[in-house]
């Protein structure tokens, strides 16, 4: 079945730290890999996305997500957390010429001052 | 360019009420997905229109359904309103021969 994980719900960390935020997935075709962000009240952005080429893949507000075939896994990273990137990520997978995406539950994200 | 517009903003219902939700996509894009997201369920795919035409049809009942309009804009109807209804209900439009989504801010409905 297609699924995608994101292990954790909460994650909470200082202003300035690096951040990693995880995402498996299964699929049984090739796929297209995204993150979004949710600001409370507001709907998706998207941050990045990848569909082939190069594994590590960069996006808006400094963040990048390597994709890993052997595990699974589209891990979203960024070097340095402002407070303002206090919010809910999302990963979501889908596929070339399908026209639903399925999405993680989110994990929220929280920048300590 | 205006994004992703959703009405109303804020919904309140008793069950057994219906209701229609409406999307007004980008200008141009042609393709028009609905998604329910509760907390702890994250987002769940209702259904995608494309050019007046359903594409493609998530798990939910046949209380859930939709339409699209020639000007691209979309409709969401619930009927018989239960409580597990009570959900964000986001909106999002795609460019032909584009995968990247753009979401509106989403109608909060509660069901009471």
């Known amino acids: 079945a297609q699924s995608v994980t994101q292990p954790d719900i909460h994650i909470t960390v200082s202003e300035g730290a690096s951040l990693e935020l995880r995402c498996n997935y299964s699929?049984?075709?090739?796929?297209?890999l995204f993150w979004y962000v949710q600001s409370p009240g507001q709907g998706l952005q998207l941050l990045l996305k990848?569909?082939?080429?190069?594994?590590l893949v960069q996006g808006i507000k400094g963040f990048e997500a390597e994709f890993k075939r052997s595990q699974s896994s589209f891990n979203l990273r960024k070097p340095s957390v402002h407070w303002s990137d206090a919010a809910e990520y999302f990963c979501?997978?889908?596929?070339?010429?399908?026209?639903?995406?399925?999405f993680g539950t989110g994990t929220r994200l929280k920048v300590l001052a | 360019k205006a994004g992703v517009t959703q009405t109303p903003r804020y919904l309140i219902k008793t069950r057994g009420q219906q209701v229609t939700l409406s999307c007004s996509p980008i200008?141009?894009?042609?393709?028009v997905s609905w998604y329910q997201q509760t907390p702890g369920q994250g987002l769940q795919f209702l259904f995608e229109?494309?050019?007046?035409?359903?594409?493609n049809k998530g798990n939910f009942p046949g209380r859930f359904s939709g339409r699209q309009f020639s000007n691209s804009r979309s409709e969401m109807n619930v009927s018989t309103l239960e409580l597990g209804d009570s959900a964000l209900y986001l909106c999002?439009?795609?460019?032909?021969?584009?995968?990247?989504?753009?979401f509106g801010s989403g109608t909060q409905l509660s069901v009471l």
């Open positions: 979501a997978v889908g596929a070339e010429g399908t026209y639903k995406y399925i």
């Open positions: 699929y049984g075709a090739t796929p297209y």
């Open positions: 999002a439009s795609r460019g032909t021969g584009d995968e990247k989504l753009f």
């Open positions: 990848y569909f082939s080429g190069d594994t």
């Open positions: 229109y494309f050019s007046e035409t359903q594409r």
């Open positions: 200008s141009g894009h042609r393709s």
